[in-house]
């Protein structure tokens, strides 16, 4: 047998944790009622388990894991789809919700969040190419060189969809737009699509709306757009959920 570890997380209701995992493909592996109430699921072949705790608050779970997975766009439209059906609609604010999903070449993984109705965060990730940070040390090296806007992005990118701070995320890519001085195109469209992003996480439809406008304009003047496409696809997406055309 390989060794292996199972995330075990705790569940303020066992039948909605059941109902959100199945989902999103997970089976039932083990469950029972008496003397914990406990399930055991898979989901892609990777185990999680939940025991009942009816105390937990889920605004104030810190509980997460990282689930490894491979092709993780088939992996990702599927969650949506069958959230979509619990739901009746993809939930994206709140508690439960599903985040983008986007590349983190700082983190060195293609990755989305879930939230469940408990309040776990769980971060699904497939490895990437990992870039060195513009801003911090990362395992014995000094940041890399980069330029101010570049840098900007780099720090939104994590405060937004790695430590979930989107107010601090919105601060940092305000101040770096009113620096912009024009002669990074690409940068600038990134900072707008990753600002347009949270307003859709928020439901800011107003915010989204502008932005929106502003990135079809700014996208027409744009010559070379391979280095942009992950973001042109984002925010074409985005767009399609919002009904802007």
Do not use: W
Request: glycine fraction near 6%; charged fraction near 25%; proline fraction near 4%.
């Amino acid at each position: 047998m390989e060794n292996f570890a199972i995330p075990l997380l705790p569940s303020i209701a066992i039948n909605d944790t059941l109902n959100f995992y199945k989902a999103l493909g997970a089976i039932i592996t083990y469950q029972q009622k008496a003397p914990n109430n406990y399930i055991g699921l898979k989901i892609k072949d990777i185990e999680i388990h939940f025991f009942g705790l009816k105390q937990i608050k889920p605004e104030t779970n810190f509980s997460t894991c990282f689930l490894r997975v491979n092709d993780i766009d088939t992996f990702y439209n599927n969650c949506r789809a069958g959230l979509k059906a619990l739901y009746g609609k993809i939930p994206l604010k709140g508690i439960p919700r599903i985040n983008q999903l986007k590349d983190m070449p700082a983190y060195g993984a293609r990755q989305f969040v879930i939230v469940d109705p408990s309040g776990n965060y769980i971060r699904i990730g497939q490895p990437i190419a990992k870039k060195d940070s513009l801003l911090f040390e990362e395992n014995g090296k000094k940041p890399a060189s980069g330029t101010a806007l570049s840098k900007a992005y780099e720090l939104a990118d994590r405060l937004a969809n790695g430590k979930e701070d989107t107010a601090a995320a919105i601060r940092t890519i305000e101040k770096a737009l009113k620096d912009d001085a024009g002669d990074e195109p690409d940068i600038t469209f990134k900072l707008m699509v990753l600002k347009m992003s949270i307003a859709q996480r928020s439901e800011d439809m107003k915010t989204a709306k502008q932005l929106h406008q502003t990135l079809k304009k700014q996208l027409s003047k744009m010559q070379d757009l391979h280095a942009i496409k992950d973001d042109i696809h984002l925010f074409e997406s985005m767009s399609a959920e919002l009904g802007l055309s």
